[in-house]
């Protein structure tokens, strides 16, 4: 199994990025985003499972959007209104299907200047 994340980058803060994930491998029950700041432990962002039920932390509700691909096991986080404490590392996550597997991407870093 493997997750591909991107979309990462450089913005000023009020500004947007939007992330994808691309997963394969596997059918997944959930896929989300987590993220961890510099210092501090890895936090839930967003998810979302198969059925579409979705999950967000409270730091984001309102200024991020989780959303499926129609590729069923692509995922993107669409943050909007970013602030500087955003600014984090953010794995793309996936649990298996039958197996309960937690898998994790790689990372990509949302820096977001003040």
């Known amino acids: 199994v493997q997750l591909q994340a991107s979309g990462g980058g450089l913005v000023q803060a009020g500004g947007s990025l939007r992330l994808s994930c691309a997963a394969s491998g596997s059918i997944f029950r959930l896929m989300g985003w987590y993220r961890q700041a510099p210092g501090k432990q890895r936090e839930l962002v967003a998810t979302?499972?198969?059925?579409?039920?979705?999950n967000y932390a409270d730091s984001v509700k309102g200024r991020f959007t989780i959303s499926k691909g129609n590729a069923k096991n692509a995922v993107y986080l669409q943050m909007n209104s970013l602030k500087p404490e955003d600014t984090a590392v953010y794995y793309c996550?996936?649990?298996?299907?039958?197996?309960?597997?937690?898998?994790w991407g790689q990372g990509t870093l949302v820096t977001v200047s003040s």
């Open positions: 996550n996936a649990i298996g299907l039958v197996a309960g597997i937690d898998y």
């Open positions: 979302i499972t198969s059925n579409g039920r979705i």
